[in-house]
């Protein structure tokens, strides 16, 4: 019977110590600020954007929403970009993916001044990232390894398996987890007899999407699973992971929610008092 591993409490003991940095920066006279752009009304991207805020106050971080219609142009989110990368009141920009198919995204990304890439999106972040240099790193990659690092599990020499090749969650995590000296194996859409791959897994991350994906014949005994999937089924939030028969062979499993989501939005928090700083 697996460890449940609580995201929630972990992330309130971290933003606890990110309430405590904020003072000291409004003690210097700096205020820390974030600032969000949501394009359109998507009710999942509104719901995200709700919580960011929300977190930001509550740990004294000044959080502005720049809230765009669905028809706005690039060009004219460009020049938004723009003239936040110039005010120096703001330390973090992020803009709420994914975005209406007449902006093209990676121009978007691309935008965002590296000082204030606080979603660790802009190539300048990913290539630091890569070599190992000091950066924003992406939020829920870096939930993630703070997670496991809570829990006390050991990453040099293991096999982490991540299932999801995604540019904001699979790629970046799996780069992480090597930086830290795991051997690590990438499944995906197109990878056949995927559970050959994850019954070898010390770690197992999933991040694709696809409710209950992952079922107990698939695991091997005593992994440590982390589920980033946020699915929604029947009303219910559910993750890629069936916890309910995982959890009996895993040693240690996020629950969804309550799992890795929180520590998302604190690594959120943690680079907006980082590019204050
Ligand atoms: N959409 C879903 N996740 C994210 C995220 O981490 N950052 C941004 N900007 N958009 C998202």
Redesign the pocket.
Known sequence: MAEVINGKEIARSYRMKLKEQAERLKEQGILPKLTVILVGEDPA?QS?VRGKEKAAKEIGIESELILMPNETSEEELLRTINRLNADASVHGI?????LPGQIDEKKVIFAISPAKDV?G?HPESIGKMMIGEKTFL???PNGIMHLIKEMGVSISGSHVVIVGRSQ?VGKPVGMMFLNESATVTYCHSKTSDLAFFTRQADILVVAVGVPNLITADMVKEGVVVIDVGVNRVDGKLIGDVDFEGVKDVASMITPVPGGVGPM?ITMLLHNTIEAAQ
């Open positions: 991207s995200y992020l803009v709420q993916l994914p979603d999106f992406p939020c829920t904001i998302t």
